[in-house]
């Protein structure tokens, strides 16, 4: 027997609140399979773009083969699927957990159970994953495991006596993990003779072979020259390559059989034949029925984004062209603003990635950008009946022509300490959540459910939610559905004249304050001119708030400098440098970040 | 080739609450070790910096600080003796301005600057107020200052500048008027009226900053405080050729003006700023490394060869310092090119926000446009 095996296989992931040790513990497995060795491995190998290693998050599902010589003599494949850890990937969260047969859950030793350990672990025991507690940080002063293990066992209810007690930051305790890798985490099962039934986890564009497909394979077998159809998008293509994960590259194989985990590619051009959750199979010799769970991808949050100069719009057409051969999930449509010229609406899953995008095109393709204010997707109900999707509150309708709106409403769970329960309830409150339940997880900690707007949440919730609880509180929601609300679109007029780019929906409630707080910010964020400017806020052309930035009276330097003109130039070259990140709209020039503005109302 | 030297001194009696210039106290020997590593830059600057002595008509020279005012005569001689031995003879036309302190001013001095072939003084006043005077840590007082000026002119002098500042600590437009007045009673040649800038690292920084800021004039009253400057000097008949810059006709500095214009100078000395063979240079401003090596290639810190584009901005915002700004025509010949055609829509745009003015030949600054200064340069760069 060898561990090409099926028996031999253990697929897993690792599951973890943010900032518990789930990338360090991939690192140390990695890194003690003898995969690599510790000098040739860079911190955190999983996360392998710039990005993510530097926001400790992981934005793409990864997959990794290492074997393990366990202490029964025998040689295992493990198969690490590392999952995306935030909430606005849970649907690639979901289909990289149904890739795996068991998961380690990861607990910090000293902060216990958290908001997504719960939703993690919840979500794992959905797909029928096995799941085995690790303690991590167990070197920390404040680590207190046997308090934490109690709490697993009580919250979650899972056996957690014999959880391995780690440091996966000093290599403490990995041995016991492996082992119980093999002992607690159930082999693959499926047939190598049934009809090819294999579900895509993730995909990568190479620019030489097309779409790398990350498959996990439920029956049957895959080579070289198999004949597949995807059967959600219903395309078909011939096999090129297939193959399994080394650490950062692919290493090609024969074949891949029911129960692995690899990769093939077949000179698919297009991403978007290459959706997350799909089945593949074989087109000669088709499986009956597809595999359960695929959902098309759906943006949440809309905004608009603009190149800072006009000039670079094909470049940025270009840039997310490219991005989205690698991302199925973000969407974008031309469109125009008259304050911003050209550019794209564009979809994302959420905050996060919208953030994690518009990093990407400013690092990455060099350019500049002016992002807008973000949206969710409203649904205006129209008097003659017609029902739109709004993601651009320029394109709402006239008054007259709605009859209602609704709005999309998450259900989100809470836990937070004891004593910030009332902060936070008040929090809630002031977002338009409604109260759904609260319980005591255990004599300090409370699990909050509140059903709140979406719109309300996108901005600066998670911020919010940090700062009242002074980083106590963690978070995680799930879409629940539209609802009913009554909403209006505040306008920002900057000199008298109305800025399209910074309209965004309100409920009408919150419609004052908030247009109050953005002239407050937009004031802050103008700098003043060579005359005065007034900001206003109006509501259906109604002026609801107003704050004047000052004129400059002098910009000058009546100094000399003893002749070291470098110095004075170098002066000139920073003020001038600030201009460039301006945009003018009318006489006025509005910085960048200002349309970003109305994220960060949460003054208080 | 018209040349210009500049002189840095690096030494005062004590160094002042505001100032971040390159200066400080220092005992005999230092000064001394200083003067000799100035001659030998002075034997080396043809190879330092690569320039023709032959070939330079020395239109001015400049000793500045600090207070060279504070270096003994015997100094000062000995370096414009080396000087005049590789770039002479000097002649009358020559302006060789040297700065002082009024309280290092007495007449004994005085008479020995001007016998050394100094035809043009300048001396920092600051202010007439005395408050004003202990406010800014300046070593002399108003009596001071006026005993300097009427000895200066008892040894010869016959072309003062005096040296103002606005801007300062809770200073009202009464109290510079009293400034103004010693000036009108006094009618020094030149005038230099400087806005008090809070520098980094200097005490006034610490103490003018955050909470302190609102000790100082508010926008307004600072601009209103430079136009009584302007109002008052022009009526007593100054002519305002540049920014912070006034003068009886024919008295404009010689030296000052040929930074602004471009025209090549040599800048000598701890620190000191140099434009030569269109290459800004700047020394190393430490003074270890400038006593070793103030002859050698090695003394100088930065030297940054100008591209066309550099020379065109800085054409631009040097230029319109000056009040009657850059001449097109003069603008076309040095880059054979015209300034419209690079500067078109800038132009255009600072003319319609009434910071510029266009008159025949010449680009030049409103008053409004005197305002917002750096804006309007910033807006030349390319």
């Excluded at chain 2, 700047?282 to 810190?301: C, F, H, P, V």
Aim: charged residues 25%; aromatic residues 8%; negative net charge.
């Amino acid at each position: 027997m060898s561990y090409t095996d099926q028996d031999r296989i253990r697929n897993f992931c690792i599951i973890a609140h943010i900032d518990h040790g789930k990338s360090t513990l991939a690192d140390r497995i990695i890194e003690s399979t003898g995969l690599l060795t510790s000098r040739e491995m860079q911190a955190q190998v999983l996360d392998n773009m710039d990005l993510e290693r530097e926001r400790g998050i992981t934005i793409k599902a990864q997959a990794v083969r290492t074997i393990y010589k366990a202490k029964d003599g025998n040689e295992y494949c493990f198969n690490l699927i590392d999952t995306p850890g935030h909430v606005d990937f849970n649907y690639e969260v979901s289909r990289s957990l149904a890739a795996c047969d068991g998961a380690i859950l990861v607990v910090d030793a000293a902060q216990g159970i958290e908001a997504q350990t719960l939703a993690n672990v919840y979500l794992a025991l959905d797909h029928d994953l096995d799941v085995f507690p690790v303690i991590n940080k167990i070197d920390l002063p404040s680590a207190e495991p046997d308090r934490v293990v109690a709490e697993i066992e009580d919250v979650i209810g899972i056996e957690a006596q014999d959880a391995p007690r780690i440091s996966a930051k000093n290599g403490i305790g990995i041995d016991e993990v492996l082992e119980q890798v093999v002992k607690k985490i159930p082999a693959p099962t499926g047939d190598p003779d049934a009809p090819l039934r294999a579900l895509i986890f993730d995909s990568i564009y190479d620019s030489y072979k097309g779409a790398i497909v990350f498959i996990r394979l439920m029956d049957g077998t895959i080579k070289k020259g198999t004949p597949i159809r995807m059967m959600a998008t219903g395309a078909s293509f011939e096999t090129v390559e297939v193959g399994y994960f080394g650490a950062g590259q692919f290493i090609p194989c024969d074949e891949l059989r029911a129960g692995m985990v690899g990769y093939f590619t077949a000179s698919i051009k297009n991403v978007s034949d290459t959706a997350v959750g799909d089945t593949v199979t074989g087109s000669d010799r088709p499986c009956s029925e597809p595999l359960p769970g695929y959902k098309k991808v759906l943006s949440m949050v809309y905004c608009g984004v603009y190149p800072a100069d006009g000039a670079k719009y094909p470049d940025l057409r270009d840039a997310l062209e490219k991005l989205k051969l690698n991302d199925a999930s973000l969407n974008y449509e031309p469109e125009t603003s008259v304050a911003l010229g050209f550019g794209f609406r564009c979809g994302f899953l959420g905050l996060l990635h919208l953030e994690v995008i518009q990093e990407r095109l400013e690092r990455e393709y060099n350019l500049d950008l002016v992002t807008t204010a973000p949206s969710v997707i409203y649904k205006v109900h129209k008097t003659n009946g017609e029902v739109i999707d709004l993601t651009n509150p320029t394109n709402l309708p006239d008054p007259s022509e709605i009859d209602y709106m609704e709005e999309p409403v998450v259900s989100a769970e809470i836990m937070v300490t004891k004593d910030f329960v009332g902060p936070i309830m008040e929090l809630c409150q002031e977002r338009r959540g409604r109260y759904v339940s609260m319980e005591y997880i255990e004599q300090s900690r409370a699990l909050l459910k509140y059903e709140l707007p979406l719109n309300e949440i996108i901005y600066d919730f998670f911020d919010a939610l940090k700062s009242r609880s002074r980083g106590y509180a963690s978070f995680d929601y799930d879409l629940k559905g539209y609802e009913r609300a009554t909403l209006v679109r505040l306008d920002i007029l900057v000199n008298h004249e109305e800025v399209d780019a910074l309209s965004f929906i309100v409920h009408s409630d919150t419609a004052y304050e908030r247009g109050r707080r953005m002239c407050e910010k937009l004031k802050e964020e103008i700098p003043r001119h060579l005359f005065e400017i007034p900001i206003q806020a109006a509501v259906g052309g109604k002026i609801i708030a107003r704050e004047t930035i000052k004129a400059l009276r002098k910009d000058v330097l009546a100094k000399c400098y003893g002749g070291d003109i470098t110095r004075k130039k170098k002066l000139l070259e920073k003020q001038k440098e600030g201009k460039k990140r301006m945009r003018q709209i009318g006489s006025v020039e509005i910085p960048q970040k200002a349309f970003m503005s109305v994220l960060k109302l949460d003054g208080e | 080739m018209p040349l210009g030297i500049y002189v840095h001194i690096p030494f005062c009696v004590r160094k002042c609450l505001y100032c971040d210039f390159l200066s400080f106290p220092a005992g005999e020997e230092e000064k001394s070790a200083y003067v000799e590593a100035l001659l030998r830059e002075i034997d080396g600057a043809a190879a330092k910096f690569g320039i023709e002595a032959g070939d330079a008509q020395i239109g001015s020279i400049y000793i500045g600080g600090g207070t060279p005012g504070c270096l003994d005569t015997v100094y000062i001689n000995k370096i414009l003796c080396k000087l005049d031995e590789i770039y002479g003879p000097f002649s009358e036309a020559t302006e060789i301005t040297i700065e002082i302190n009024p309280a290092v001013g007495e007449l004994t001095k005085l008479k020995g600057l001007s016998e050394l072939g100094i035809n043009r003084l300048s001396i920092g006043l600051q202010s007439a107020n005395e408050d004003e005077l202990r406010l800014l840590g300046r070593i002399h007082d108003r009596e001071a200052f006026k005993a300097c000026f009427e000895s200066a002119r008892e040894a010869g002098f016959s072309n003062i500048n005096v040296d103002i500042m606005t801007a300062l600590p809770g200073q009202t437009g009464e109290k510079l008027n009293t400034t103004l007045c010693l000036l009108k009673e006094l009618s020094p040649d030149h005038i230099s009226a400087y806005s008090l800038i809070i520098e980094e690292g200097t005490p006034f920084y610490d103490m003018y900053t955050g909470e302190g800021e609102k000790l100082l004039p508010s926008e307004e009253e600072e601009r209103s405080l430079y136009w009584q400057v302007r109002d008052t000097l022009t009526g007593l008949g100054y002519g305002h050729y540049e920014i912070s810059n006034f003068a009886k006709p024919g008295f404009e500095s010689r030296h000052n003006t040929s930074y602004w214009k471009r025209i090549p100078y040599l800048g000598l000395g701890l620190g000191a700023s140099g434009l030569i063979n269109e290459t800004r240079y700047k020394n190393t401003d430490d003074m270890r490394t400038y006593l070793r090596a103030s002859g050698e290639r090695s003394s100088i810190a930065e030297a940054l060869s100008l591209s066309g584009k550099d020379r065109m901005e800085e054409t631009m915002f040097l230029g319109l310092r000056m009040r009657e700004g850059v001449s097109m025509s003069s603008f076309y010949a040095d880059f054979g090119v015209s300034l419209r055609e690079i500067y078109g829509e800038e132009l255009e745009r600072l003319r319609a926000q009434g910071l510029i003015s266009i008159l025949k030949d010449r680009v030049f600054l409103t008053d409004k446009g005197t305002d917002y200064g750096n804006y309007v340069f910033s807006r030349f760069l390319l």
